[in-house]
């Protein structure tokens, strides 16, 4: 997912999503440390996709302010 396509999502949509996101990070980093994962660094891809899209939800939350 790219920063265009979080600009498209409508702000209830975006927070579901990144709530979506938080628990499935939690969840890998959980797995990893118990066994290895195949790719290690989807941990940090999705790590930087839930930062964009707070990056998107504080923008929003300033320009209506």
Do not use: C, G, V
């Amino acid at each position: 997912m790219k920063k265009e396509e979080i600009k498209e999502f409508s702000t209830q949509d975006l927070k579901e999503r990144l709530e979506q996101a938080r628990k499935d990070y939690l969840q890998q980093k959980i797995n990893h440390a118990i066994s290895p994962i195949d790719n290690p660094a989807k941990i940090t891809h999705d790590r930087k996709m839930i930062a964009r899209m707070k990056t998107e939800l504080r923008q929003r939350e300033l320009n209506n302010k």
